[in-house]
């Protein structure tokens, strides 16, 4: 089946890092993104890691896959309260053009 | 360069009505998809467009909804008969030729039922 699980909240200190972990039970994932949203606003796609890929950085971003576990992470470095929104994992199972997403992780930064 | 635009932000209306939404991509992307997110929960799918062929429809999308893409640009979104279970925000994504895996999305529209 299709499921995507995320906790439902962290809190974290302003320049601390932040993880934020997923888990996926579609084994044919092709690809797994992390999308944020901020209050009010659209969703926004922040980066997405091919399944045969284990990491992807993209500059605070760290995206770490393992997908024996099939779990998924995203790690944000110097954590800003800017980061601060709820950030969504999605999974695109395979054969498909659709993402599955997760309830969301409401990420809040305190100083 | 703009991104997804999405019309009205913001619909209410009464049980019984008929609702339509408008989406217009991000200009040459041949990918479009529609997605429905309710308070507390993520996007769920409803249909994609590559082009003017709906390619996938979930089984969310009942009898009363109905997506078009004419011309392979803009899509509608069409709720029949709306019920107060309708209300939710419609978001509509999408995703270039050359980059297909790639969704954008919109800001939404927000719909009430009363």
């Known amino acids: 089946g299709e499921d995507v699980e995320q906790s439902l909240f962290l809190s974290v200190r302003e320049g601390d890092s932040s993880v934020i972990n997923c888990t996926y039970t579609?084994?044919?994932?092709?690809?797994l993104y992390w999308y944020k949203q901020e209050p009010g606003a659209g969703l926004q796609l922040l980066t997405y890691?091919?399944?045969?890929?284990d990491m992807k950085q993209d500059q605070r971003l760290t995206v770490l896959l393992n997908k024996k576990d099939k779990h998924l992470s995203l790690r944000i470095a110097d954590t800003q309260t800017g980061d601060s929104a709820i950030y969504f994992c999605?999974?695109?199972?395979?054969?498909?053009?659709?993402?599955?997403f997760g309830a969301g992780t409401r990420l809040a930064v305190h100083p | 360069d703009t991104g997804v635009s999405q019309d009205p932000r913001h619909k209410i209306t009464k049980r019984g009505q008929n609702v339509t939404f408008r989406c217009d991509p991000i200009?040459?992307?041949?990918?479009l998809y529609w997605y429905r997110q309710t308070l507390g929960q993520g996007p769920e799918f409803l249909t994609y467009?590559?082009?003017?062929?709906?390619?996938?429809k979930s089984r969310l999308l009942s009898d009363r909804f109905s997506a078009e893409r004419p011309k392979g640009s803009f899509s509608t979104l069409e709720i029949q008969r709306t019920e107060q279970g309708d209300s939710a925000m419609y978001l509509c994504?999408?995703?270039?030729?050359?980059?297909?895996?790639?969704?954008?999305f919109g800001p939404g529209t927000r719909l009430t039922v009363l």
């Open positions: 994504a999408s995703s270039p030729r050359t980059a297909p895996s790639e969704q954008f």
């Open positions: 579609d084994s044919s994932s092709t690809y």
């Open positions: 200009s040459e992307h041949n990918r």
């Open positions: 999605a999974e695109r199972p395979g054969g498909y053009n659709k993402l599955i």
């Open positions: 467009f590559q082009n003017e062929a709906q390619l996938e």
């Open positions: 890691i091919f399944s045969n890929m």
